[in-house]
């Protein structure tokens, strides 16, 4: 004779605290998931990823796999949400964000008409660096595409449609930017000639490997241990990920290190600056990984910096 | 009969004005007093500079010279707001600051030929009414004895003077287009090493173009500030 003490669960607004949804009869062992997708029945707007629910308005919002009777509610739960605004899944995100520049810059490359003169359109510039930079700009995006859709595994399952539209139009603004320039008629290219566009070339090439490397094996680590064990990444026998010894984040030094080969190899301030920018944005977010790693495993090696070794 | 959750403790704790926030400390007070009183008496430097002018030549016109110095030393000297230590939101500052600078030295500094412009008379006297009232209000501020008059007029001349200033910036930079273009100010073609270009023209187009959304969210904003610090304090008084 099972006695199911069965849960009800109210549903609050986080701000005007009025009741938006009662649900009776709710299993105890019931997850906030579930919940959502119960939520949502009521709410066709509203799909779970739209969710943010918590215990407190002020508090953290709740896992999916968070199960009712764990939490430190009575059998009446009561539960705050927020709307998060339309989301997006990351593959769809990425998918945006790197298309959008992997085509642009080919619009520049080919001279579409109307963004160079009438007599340029669809001409080509006589400089092998500038088909060899349009070559590396596109594998770089391609390489990213490939990653996104068969390597990255994402924790969270969506990103709010505001934040995907400014980031996109970042990424394609920029790409456009740069794109005018390495493309133009009146291109000058680099000052050391062609031991100046190889060099910067080889280096590019082993930091896209680098790169490439590092997310297989954090993708690894991923896979290993599922998203419960928190292990940090080490080295592996592949050579790139030795940059493990030196940074917490060697993924986003070697994406540096593409970019500035980029900008010598093609001479071009405003590939610098986005360089820079990017190197900016990294950094802020190396450093926050390299923070969260500290804190969480005390067996971390002291020699790891954030983003370049030694120094930041 | 089942047990309350916890989660719904009514407890207004983090609803309390903001009024009880802690202050910066003893030295950082201080500084910041001695900062502010030497920026009112700056900007009244200014003022009394474009009086003192105004009645000598006995025209509007020209002013402009005899109070360039001390605008370009005041005005740049807000450049130390932006470190966040003044409270006041660091974004907002900061650009208003950021544009003053700008209109100061890369428009009206660098185009000559509009430095007798009527409209530059028209932003310098809004900016200089403007920041005695606010450098004045956070001087009191900071010495717990703020004034109501300062307040009121902290949060009121602004509904003209902010429109004021709008216009003779945006008008200065209307005048100075012609000769930005001619003279190929500040700006770099192509070909080049660096493959890079900038014309200094477009960009004080899209400068102009830019207070269209900027300013009225400006204006809205302190409107709102408005109502919320002279109505709260006129519901203070009749209770």
């Known amino acids: 004779m099972s006695r199911t003490t069965f849960f009800e669960v109210e549903v609050l607004d986080g701000r005007t605290r009025q009741q938006l949804c009662f649900l009776d009869k709710v299993e105890p062992h019931a997850t906030i998931g579930e919940i959502k997708s119960l939520f949502h029945k009521s709410y066709q707007q509203l799909y779970p990823a739209r969710q943010d629910l918590k215990l407190d308005p002020k508090g953290k919002s709740l896992r999916d796999d968070d199960v009712l009777q764990n939490l430190p509610v009575g059998t009446t739960a009561t539960i705050y949400f927020k709307d998060l605004g339309p989301q997006v899944g990351w593959t769809m995100v990425f998918l945006a964000e790197y298309l959008g520049p992997l085509f642009i810059y080919l619009l520049f490359y080919f001279r579409a008409p109307y963004i160079y003169s009438h007599q340029d359109v669809f001409t080509s510039s006589p400089y092998s660096v500038v088909t060899l930079a349009c070559a590396c700009h596109t594998c770089h995006y391609i390489k990213r595409l490939i990653e996104a859709i068969f390597v990255h595994r994402f924790s969270h399952g969506t990103m709010p449609l505001r934040t995907i539209v400014r980031n996109c139009v970042y990424y394609w603004a920029f790409s456009a930017w740069l794109a005018f320039y390495i493309n133009h008629p009146l291109y000058t290219p680099p000052s050391y000639g062609d031991m100046q566009v190889n060099y910067a070339l080889a280096i590019f090439v082993l930091c896209e490997l680098g790169n490439f490397s590092i997310h297989v094996a954090l993708n690894n680590l991923k896979a290993e241990g599922g998203p419960k064990c928190r292990r940090f990444p080490h080295p592996t026998k592949n050579p790139f990920t030795w940059l493990f010894f030196f940074v917490s984040c060697p993924n986003y030094t070697y994406e540096v290190g593409a970019w500035a080969s980029f900008s010598v190899m093609t001479q071009c301030l405003p590939v610098a600056l986005f360089t820079f920018l990017a190197f900016i944005q990294m950094t802020i977010w190396a450093k926050g990984k390299h923070k969260t790693y500290s804190r969480e495993f005390k067996d971390y090696p002291q020699l790891r910096m954030p983003i370049i070794p030694l120094l930041l | ?239």
């Open chain 2, 1 to 239: 009969m089942s047990a309350p959750a916890m989660g719904t403790t009514k407890t207004a704790h983090s609803d309390v004005a903001p009024k009880k926030k802690r202050g910066p400390g003893a030295l950082a007070t201080a500084y910041l007093v001695i900062y502010n009183v030497v920026m009112t008496a700056g900007w009244l430097v200014i003022a009394v500079g474009l009086v003192r002018a105004y009645l000598a030549r006995g025209s509007y016109h020209g002013l402009y010279y005899s109070i360039e110095k001390p605008l370009k030393f005041f005005q740049t000297g807000a450049l130390l707001e932006v470190s966040g230590i003044v409270p006041s939101s660091v974004v907002l500052t900061g650009f208003q600051v950021l544009s003053r600078v700008f209109l100061t030295w890369a428009v009206t500094h660098s185009v000559r030929e509009v430095q007798n412009e009527d409209s530059v008379l028209l932003f310098v006297s809004a900016w200089t009414i403007t920041e005695i009232i606010r450098y004045s209000f956070y001087t009191f501020s900071l010495l717990n004895h703020l004034p109501y008059l300062v307040k009121w007029a902290r949060y009121t001349f602004f509904l003209v003077l902010y429109p004021m200033g709008v216009t003779g910036e945006l008008l200065t930079v209307y005048a100075a287009l012609p000769y930005v273009q001619k003279t190929g100010l500040y700006s770099v073609t192509l070909p080049n090493k660096y493959n890079f270009s900038f014309d200094y023209h477009t960009f004080l187009i899209l400068t102009m173009v830019s207070y269209i959304p900027l300013f009225p969210q400006l204006y809205f904003h302190m409107m709102r500030q408005r109502k919320k610090v002279l109505c709260h304090v006129e519901e203070y008084k009749t209770e």
